[in-house]
């Protein structure tokens, strides 16, 4: 028994170690600029990143694509996802808390492939014909340009300018957020739950609306764990592979506007890992991989301990 | 001052279980008075009616007339302005733990809009001498939080958090029956002093402190208010034999 | 003198207007977040219903331009592949998780895994299929369902040694006392009192890490890799499920998208059957040893 339990550590280590020794490679020749530099291509007088023909590779694109691409899905997500949270714990009738925490058990669980299949089939149109345009209406209207145009966020060269195909950052930022949602509804849900009556009584007491109850009495105390879950729904998106491969172009560049195509960890390695074209080119990735699973086991080790400071105890459970 | 309590025909429910049957009873202003009785007689739900805590379990209900002072609570007042004006006391201490001992007391006076700085420490370090704690906490204040007092300390700094909004009633759920006998007693005092500026409803389940404490008490069996009188007269001559039987202990 | 709180009229609206708009604000966001997932999930039933047939069932894909065909293989395949993961991670996933449970309690040790455990758990998938090409496929020189299942298989370890040690914690301590009380004679016995009083529970736990694995795409990308035809041998490429989907969504032909859908269906199904068992065993107690 207790050698099956060791074997978690055993699987951490071999992953790891498989990890470092693939991607010496990569690391020997190009070190930590790997990671931030880049070659300008000869005709175009653009930054290149990434080009495995003429073995050019730097990880760049796909670290900002996975940010931004994490980043929208949390903003979109979170204050969704607290709301629901609330909803559940503090306001819902008896009769709907159960239906309803077993669709967000369901939408936890439901394959990423899946959701990228219904995200090329409906989201993508629906962003490009109605969504975007309302986005591309407002901050690129000559207005807006006057007014903000020093920010440069508006405009041709701003967030929503350059081409509207549909897919894309914020493709990806939205399917993003429609999958970790359940997780930081469910754990929020926990966190908030673990708070004992005993507070809310005492703020109710004082002559507190109820809203102001849930300020005081829950919030307040299930903040550290509420930013847990955050932390670990932000662990979720950086990791999330398929999806975001069928839906963010893969483009390897960068650009400031969300509807540019681009590109992220997980997807570049699952687009090319397989058709490699070279040992370098493998071991390129393979470091991609590594810091892909440094970054997630931080990200999610903080939330963990987060979430667990406040629930104290067997910590929450597996999605 | 505080304000006296006409409690009228007053029933509740858990759900099914009827847990308060034809309660009538006049709690005198600026007095203390004690309810007693066995476990599960309905004392504690009596006076979570009295500010209206009850109603806070969706499966309880209430029908009957309480009016405090002028207002009857439940037909002319919403259950928040209710509960800033009578205030509560819980069996354990429920500080707030990520607020500090002067948040903490303040918390009640800040969700009503109070922000004058100075007005909000006269009155948080005046609550603080109210409930006897004004001495041991007056130097960290604002350094500890609420929840790293003794349990005593605890208790009595709610005591001081459920004054500092000046209510007209101050309900008392068993107060001291979580602290052990040093604190019990510094409660008691304070019960002792504070009420003659208060209405006090005490809980209690130690006979010995509603004799200490209270003018007035109320002996509860099932859900029913058996007898209620000077305490002097409940504990040395009571005039009905259920009374009689649980003072002598033999029951409950 | 004693201040009183005036009952300032203004500030109580406003705190009475804030509350309302608070609930309002929360049944909001529950109705933005419910309404669009009810679409998917209806959309998915619909589109996928729709293009279920026999066919998909007992056929290997067409090539391509042509209509018709299944995805028999890719069913298949994925069974085998799973097979393979379970035969892994179901035995050391539940001997982990009754060491966490019943001998490791409270201890150093046992937290470290439990901690290590859920970690692992929000490590990526591709992450897995990197691991396993390098420690299967490559000393193989070939890509196999063997290395698929060994990803796999290594993914559901964490998840078998939660769900495990979850279930077996919800057992009474008082049905392990009332079987040391009868003087059973050693640990192992215990141990099977209570494995057996949980084994809903634990077996629930096994199928809901199933599914999740049944869904997978991003491991076998660069192990099983995928295969067009007919193929059970452990050596070779062979056929999935959400490989499959993956590849017919980004195809230009309708008919595959077709297919996708039912594909994707067939795995939506054997999830919600997952999720409502989980819940089902759960909320009737069975695992206390009622019946």
């Known amino acids: 028994m207790l050698l099956c339990a060791i074997s978690i550590f055993a699987i951490v280590a071999l992953i790891a170690i498989e990890l470092v020794l693939q991607s010496q490679m990569s690391w020997h020749k190009f070190g930590l600029p790997f990671f931030y530099k880049f070659n300008v291509d000869p005709d175009t007088h653009m930054p290149l990143f990434w080009d495995p023909v003429n073995g050019t590779f730097y990880a760049l694109p796909f670290l900002y694509g996975t940010l931004v691409s994490s980043l929208v899905a949390l903003a979109i997500a979170v204050p969704l996802a607290v709301g629901v949270a609330i909803f559940l714990t503090e306001m819902c009738p008896r009769f709907l808390r159960s239906p309803l925490s077993f669709l967000t058990e369901l939408l936890a669980a439901i394959p990423s492939v899946v959701y990228g299949l219904w995200a090329i089939f409906v989201l993508i149109p629906l962003l490009r014909e109605h969504i975007n345009p309302i986005f591309i209406g407002i901050f690129n209207a000559p207005l807006t340009v006057k007014f903000f145009g020093w920010t440069g966020l508006v405009g041709d060269d701003g967030l929503f300018g350059g081409v509207n195909l549909g897919l894309g950052l914020l493709a990806a930022g939205v399917i993003l957020a429609i999958m970790i949602l359940p997780i930081i509804a469910s754990l929020t849900r926990e966190v908030m739950t673990s708070v004992p009556n005993s507070q809310r009584e005492a703020v109710l007491a004082l002559g507190a609306t109820r809203w102001e109850m849930i300020r005081v009495a829950v919030l307040r105390n299930a903040r550290i764990g509420i930013v847990g879950s955050i932390i670990l729904g932000l662990g979720r998106a950086l990791g999330e592979t398929m999806a975001v491969a069928m839906v963010i172009g893969n483009n390897p560049e960068i650009h400031r506007s969300l509807l540019s195509t681009g590109h992220s960890m997980a997807a570049v390695i699952a687009n090319e890992f397989s058709e490699a074209t070279s040992d370098m080119h493998r071991s390129a990735l393979v470091e991609i991989g590594l810091a892909l699973f440094l970054v997630t086991i931080l990200v999610n080790g903080l939330a963990r301990l987060l979430v667990w400071a406040v629930t104290r105890g067997t910590p929450a459970r597996v999605n | ?252 | 003198m004693r201040a009183r709180i005036q009952e300032n009229r203004t500030r109580n609206s406003i705190r009475a207007f804030t509350d309302h708009l608070a609930t309002a604000l929360a049944i909001l966001a529950t109705v933005l977040v419910v309404a669009p997932l009810i679409v998917i999930f209806v959309y998915l039933l619909y589109k996928g219903a729709s293009s279920l047939n026999v066919a998909f069932f007992t056929q290997i894909p067409k090539p391509e331009g042509e209509t018709g065909g299944g995805m028999a293989n890719a069913i298949v395949g994925s069974g085998m592949l799973l097979a393979i993961a379970s035969l892994l991670g179901i035995p050391i996933g539940i001997g982990g998780g009754i060491y966490l449970a019943e001998f490791g309690r409270g201890t150093r040790l046992a937290n470290a895994i439990r901690f290590t455990a859920d970690v692992l758990n929000g490590v990526p998938s591709i992450v897995m299929g990197i691991a396993a090409y390098s420690l299967v496929v490559v000393p193989m020189h070939h890509y196999s369902a063997l290395a698929g299942g060994v990803a796999l298989g290594i993914m559901m370890i964490p998840t078998v040694t939660r769900t495990t040690e979850e279930m077996l914690l919800m057992v009474p301590h008082s049905i392990r006392e009332a079987a040391l009380g009868l003087g059973v004679p050693n640990w192992r016995s215990v141990l099977s009192i209570t494995l057996k009083t949980a084994s809903p529970g634990v077996i629930t736990g096994c199928m809901l890490a199933f599914a999740r694995v049944a869904g997978e795409t991003a491991p076998l990308l660069f192990t099983a890799l995928g295969n067009q035809f007919w193929s059970v041998n452990l050596n070779r490429e062979i056929a999935a499920l959400p490989l499959q989907i993956y590849i017919y969504a980004q195809s230009p032909y309708d008919d595959q998208h077709r297919l996708a859908w039912a594909g994707a269906l067939v795995l939506i199904v054997l999830i919600v059957l997952a999720v409502s068992l989980v819940r089902y065993v759960a909320s009737r107690g069975i695992l206390k040893g009622a019946s």
């Open chain 2, 1 to 252: 001052m505080g304000v006296g309590i006409e409690v009228t025909n007053l029933n509740a429910w858990y759900g099914a279980n009827h847990t308060l049957q034809d309660i009538n009873l006049p709690i005198p202003a600026n007095h203390a008075t004690a309810l007693i009785g066995p476990s599960g007689c309905g004392k504690s739900t009596f006076v979570r009616c009295l500010n209206r805590m009850h109603e806070t379990n969706p499966i309880a209900k209430v029908t009957g007339s309480v009016r405090i002072g002028e207002t009857d609570i439940y037909a002319d007042a919403s259950p928040v302005e209710v509960r800033r004006r009578v205030g509560m006391v819980f069996q354990r201490p429920n500080p707030f733990p990520t607020m500090s001992i002067y948040d903490n007391v303040a918390s009640g006076l800040k969700l009503n809009g109070f922000s004058n700085r100075r007005a909000l420490d006269e009155i948080v370090e005046r609550s603080l001498k109210h409930a006897a704690l004004w001495d041991e906490v007056k130097d960290d204040l604002k350094k500890k939080s609420g929840a790293s007092l003794s349990g005593g300390q605890q208790q009595r700094m709610c005591i001081a958090r459920a004054l500092a909004v000046d209510p007209e009633v101050l309900l008392m759920d068993e107060p001291a029956s979580a602290l052990d006998p040093v604190s019990t007693s510094k409660i008691e005092d304070l019960i002792f002093q504070l009420k003659s500026q208060y209405t006090i409803v005490i809980v209690t389940h130690n006979m010995q402190q509603a004799a200490r404490v209270a003018e007035k008490t109320g002996f509860f069996l099932n859900g029913r208010m058996v007898e209620f009188d000077s305490t002097h007269k409940i504990f040395t001559n009571p005039s009905d034999k259920r009374t009689e039987d649980y003072i002598t202990g033999r029951f409950g």
